[in-house]
Every structure is written in structure tokens, then in C-alpha cells.
């Protein structure tokens, strides 16, 4: 460990490293604008067209539009341009016999491709950044963290895991709840069926420091034998009375609109907190799911670096789609594959960390096969 660290330290960038680094990073940008235009043109670019003529919004916000969805389709074009412009940097320099006459002065492959991997390196911390505070940036503009919704259901219960509340909201938005239906479980237990000692409706609802407080309110009372015994009106009411409960409630309702790529890292690690809190098993193994893919996707720009300088590596008179063939399988296989593994997550058949860390096992393991049957 001592000596690799030595080595990085002395690591210095060689004519021959400049100019390797200044193809392949000439190459990955021509691949990211090519990616992104492909990822954008069919389906944002008719979106876009689309609300010009049915919401008549001007060309420059349907331009301001556009950039906008570009964040989310650059944290996935990243990982994909330095792979496809290694292979073809290393596909050029194989056929111009460059990377034979490398090794024929002494330098190893590893050697060869350390200005790469030092790319796929300062790549893998911009597409982290790019995930954790462009992505949510772009796409609360583009109006996709409204915090409004309809329908969200949330069971209070008391210290022993009994049922206490049941609190529905018809419809919500980040100031107003509307609908507000509130069952107060009874104490009495049955084996055949769950009573209530009242129910409450609320007309409206708003969040304050440390309840909610509902307004117009109906308040059914049930006897034992689950008959009305007294119906009350009254002005407000607070419910889910305590420091932090009402408001973590609140923060679950407003989330559960909400899509991930609006969260940032941190933002993401909260909301799976309160969500194992409150017993949300599936949304809460998806998004610590999300939260390990953050942090791992970005060290697919290292990997796929290097895979694509093994897969561009060829004798000189090999043919030159097979390495982009296998690369443009890869990328199809790794987000094809994403939600497969999202659901095993969500589903509890994989814990999160392994769901996030397989594809990164096995692009390591992929460098190992290439690297052997090209015998590097």
C-alpha cells in the first residue's frame, strides 16, 4: 500500500501521457454532445414542441427548457462518453501501430492507459456533482418537486405497535391539505374486525410548528357497538401534536410526489430515514437503494475507462466493431438493467448496497476476463 501511494505521488504526466489524455478527452466530448443529442432529440425535443403549441410558451423558455433537461441526461452521458472515447482513442492508436511502438520501448499497458484512468477519475467526481446538485437544481425548475398530490394515507401508532390514528388527505399542496379524514382507533381489541371510538373530517388542514391543524371540522363520535352517539362541529383541531411529528409526517406526505432525481444525496439519506420510521418498508429499501447507486455510479467513468482502453486495444488488421459492438452492449446492459435491480431492492430480495454494487462487481470482473483473453 505504502509503494502504490508512492507512486501516485510521484506520478507525473509525460509528453507521451499529454498526448494520449488529449485524444481521449477530445474523443469523450464528441461522444457526450453526440449522447445527449441522441438521448434528448426524440422524446424531450417532442415534449417540448408540444407544450409550445398547446401552452403557447415563447422559443427562448422552450429553449430554457431544453437546457434544463440536459443535467439529467449528462450524469448518464458521463460514464458513456469515456467509454466509447477510449475505445476509439485506443482503436486509432492500435491501428496506427502507436501502441505497439509504446510497448516496444518498455512501457507497459497500465502505464499506458494511467492518463485515461486519471480522466475517468476527475470524471467520476464531476458526475457526482452533477447527480447531487445539478440534477435536483434542473429539476425542481423544470417543476418536478411541486410537493403537491392527492391521497396520501398514514397510520399513527401507539408505543406497543397497535394502530392508534388513521389520517387521510384527499389532496395536498406544499401549504394546503384539503380533505382530512382522521379514525381514532378504539382500545378494545376484536379477532374479527377493528373498531374506532370516532371519526373526524376536516374540510381544511395546515401544517404549524408542532401539529396540524385542522379547520371545519366533524366529529363523529362511536359507541362500543360502532353506532354515532355524538356528532360535534368544531372550529379547528389540532392533530399529530409533538415536536417532530407532525412535521416528518408532513415531509413524508409532500415526498411521496416527488421524484428521486429532485433529492439531493443528503436530502435523499433523510427522506429514507423518516421513511423506515414509518415503517414504508418498499419506498424505503428503493430509495436507500437510490442513495448507494449516487455515490457508486460514478465510479463507472473509472471502469469504463479502462474497459475501454482494453476493448480498443487490437492488432493492427482486427476488426474495428467489435470493441464498440461489446461497448454499445454494455451501456444498453447497465441502464436497461438499473430498474431490475431497483425492484429486487424495493421487493426485499436484495438488500440496497448489493442491488447498487452488482453492476460495479461485475464491470470489475469484466476488466479481468478482457484483460486475460487479450493477454495485457
Not at 510497448?103 to 499497458?109: K, Q, V, W
Not at 467526481?125 to 417543476?143: E, H, R, T
Amino acid at each position: 500500500m505504502t509503494n502504490i501511494i508512492n507512486k501516485i505521488k510521484n506520478f507525473q504526466l509525460s509528453l507521451l501521457d499529454k498526448y494520449i489524455l488529449q485524444q481521449v478527452v477530445v474523443a469523450t466530448l464528441i461522444c457526450l454532445v453526440l449522447f445527449i443529442i441522441v438521448w434528448i432529440a426524440p422524446e424531450t425535443l417532442f415534449k417540448i414542441i408540444r407544450k409550445i403549441f398547446k401552452y403557447h410558451i415563447t422559443i427562448l423558455t422552450a429553449i430554457k427548457l431544453l437546457i434544463l433537461e440536459i443535467p439529467k441526461v449528462l450524469a448518464k452521458a458521463i460514464p458513456v462518453g469515456i467509454l466509447l472515447g477510449s475505445i476509439f482513442t485506443f482503436d486509432r492508436l492500435s491501428k496506427n501501430s502507436e501502441l505497439s511502438i509504446m510497448r516496444g520501448i518498455g512501457l507497459s499497458f497500465n502505464r499506458i492507459m494511467a492518463p485515461v484512468i486519471i480522466l475517468g477519475a476527475v470524471l467520476s467526481i464531476f458526475c457526482y456533482l452533477v447527480n447531487d446538485k445539478l440534477v435536483p437544481i434542473a429539476s425542481k425548475k423544470l417543476g418536478e418537486s411541486k410537493g403537491g398530490g392527492s391521497h396520501f394515507v398514514y397510520i399513527v401508532e401507539n408505543p406497543d405497535k397497535t394502530p392508534k390514528q388513521n389520517i387521510i388527505v384527499a389532496n395536498f399542496t406544499a401549504d394546503l391539505m384539503s380533505g382530512v379524514t382522521v379514525m381514532n382507533f378504539a382500545p378494545e381489541k376484536y379477532t374479527d374486525a377493528t373498531t374506532f371510538k370516532s371519526i373526524i373530517f376536516a374540510e381544511t388542514a395546515k401544517k404549524e410548528d408542532n401539529c396540524w391543524m385542522l379547520y371545519d371540522v366533524i366529529q363523529y363520535e362511536i359507541n362500543s357497538d360502532g353506532i354515532y352517539k355524538k356528532v360535534t362541529k368544531l372550529s379547528k383541531m389540532p392533530i399529530l401534536e409533538g415536536n417532530t411529528q407532525g412535521s416528518e409526517v408532513y415531509d413524508l406526505m409532500l415526498n411521496t410526489t416527488r421524484k428521486e432525481r429532485v433529492f439531493t444525496n443528503h436530502q435523499i439519506s433523510k427522506y429514507a430515514k423518516l421513511l423506515k420510521k414509518a415503517n414504508f418498508s418498499d419506498e424505503y429499501r428503493y430509495f436507500r437503494t437510490k442513495l448507494y447507486q449516487r455515490y457508486l455510479h460514478p465510479l463507472t467513468c473509472i471502469l469504463f475507462a479502462i474497459i475501454g482502453c482494453l476493448l480498443g486495444f487490437s492488432p493492427p488488421r482486427s476488426q474495428r466493431l467489435i470493441g464498440f459492438t461489446i461497448a454499445v452492449g454494455i451501456i444498453f446492459g447497465y441502464y436497461i438493467t438499473l430498474p431490475f435491480f431497483d425492484l429486487l431492492a424495493q421487493k426485499g430480495v436484495l438488500h440496497p448496497f448489493i442491488a447498487a454494487m452488482v453492476p460495479i462487481i461485475i464491470f470489475i470482473a469484466a476488466i479481468f476476463v478482457i484483460k486475460k483473453i487479450k493477454d495485457l
